[in-house]
């Protein structure tokens, strides 16, 4: 099964995404990574994120994936005692799990964010452009395109295991097209 995951930081960027990457890669082995962005707080003031969608093969059910995401999470110091808009080490959520749509095991899919924030569409749409939403059975790359917000975010440079991830610096907003 396709399933598409958004890993997101704000606390000790670089290493937490590093440890959510290889954390997956040992559990899920090859991942599908898109580039990392640099994005603005969104909901809260604090410091900005860094952003990347992941694509994995699985058949672990949602309540397991769940499970095993939350656990990475903590395993990386993520606090839950925090109000919901805060600064985090390490955020991980289950963005689509194939065409899955509904209250899975206690999680939404697919994932609201994917229609609403720039920093989970634009990397989902870099990953899985012809796949598509299963609400709107419009494709992540139609999705992207017609997207329309303020909500700015910057490729930044990244390597992981020795491998370059984002090869490219872009001192240049990612502005939605037709902004």
Known sequence: MAVYLSIGSNID????????LDALADRFGELNISSVYESEAVGFDGEPFLNLVVGIQTAMPVAQLSRNLKQIESDNGRRRNVARFSPRTLDLDILTYGDSAGCIDGVELPRGEILKNAFVLQPLA???????H?????????LWRAYRSDQKLWVV????????????ANATPSIPPGQ
């Open 13 to 20: 960027r670089e290493h937490y995404v590093c440890a959510a």
């Open 157 to 168: 440079p990244f390597r992981w295991r020795g491998r370059v991830v984002s090869p490219r």
């Open 134 to 142: 299963p609400l709107t059975g419009q494709s992540y790359g139609a």
């Open 126 to 132: 870099e990953v899985a452009p012809a796949d598509r």
